[in-house]
């Protein structure tokens, strides 16, 4: 039987790969999702490529906590009251993207961000010992369904991965809700 690692140590783990432009496959708070350094270009390029997916469809921005958001969003009187009804939590809201960060997060086309804080679980314990934005998507090739459980996970992704920081972890739950913020009003895009 294999021996299960405290969360601090497989989260340590991750965010060693992470750093290394590796791949993560981990529990997303939601489903299992494929991870990696926001600001590593050729890690991105990675997670497109094992998914298949299409490059204009950006990825998800996990950040450490809500008031990071203002680092990268545009975020004017009274919309982080609006962010603060979904996050943390099941949700990735989007938002404009600060100009300075067009070239920085080179999977983001649309000027703007998909940002998701989790405040328990491994993703949260990785960008909390990351310092620094991560990206994700779900851990499936594109059109396929979403990963519950690493059991679920096709072997076509798993592969490419280079470390499983959670396979033990139980199923998880539904992809997360998309609201869009980015007008007057809250928009659920999925």
């Not at 979403?146 to 920081?165: M, S």
């Not at 809700?177 to 007057?184: E, H, Q, R």
Request: proline fraction near 6%; hydrophobic fraction near 45%.
């Amino acid at each position: 039987m294999m021996k299960k690692l405290p969360v601090g140590k497989k989260a340590a783990a991750a965010a060693a790969i992470l750093r290394k432009s590796g791949i993560v496959i981990m529990p997303a708070g939601t489903v299992y999702g494929l991870f990696c350094r926001a600001l590593d270009p050729a890690a991105v390029r990675k997670i497109f490529g094992i998914k298949k997916r299409d490059v204009k469809k950006p990825l998800q921005v996990f950040l450490s906590s809500v008031d990071e958001i203002k680092k990268y969003a545009v975020i004017t009187p009274g919309l982080m009251d609006r962010v603060k009804k979904y996050l943390p939590g099941p949700y990735t809201v989007i938002l404009k993207l600060k100009p300075a960060y067009k070239k920085v997060f080179t999977f983001l086309s649309t000027g703007t961000i998909g940002i998701r804080v989790v405040n328990k679980g491994m993703a949260a314990e990785v960008v909390r010992v990351m310092r620094e934005p991560v990206a994700a998507t779900s851990a499936n090739l594109s059109g396929k369904p979403a990963p519950k459980t690493f059991a679920e996970v096709e072997y076509e992704v798993l592969k490419h991965a280079d470390y499983c920081a959670d396979f033990d972890a139980e199923a998880c739950g539904s992809p997360s809700s998309v609201v869009d913020l980015t007008g007057d009003e809250d928009v659920v895009v999925r």
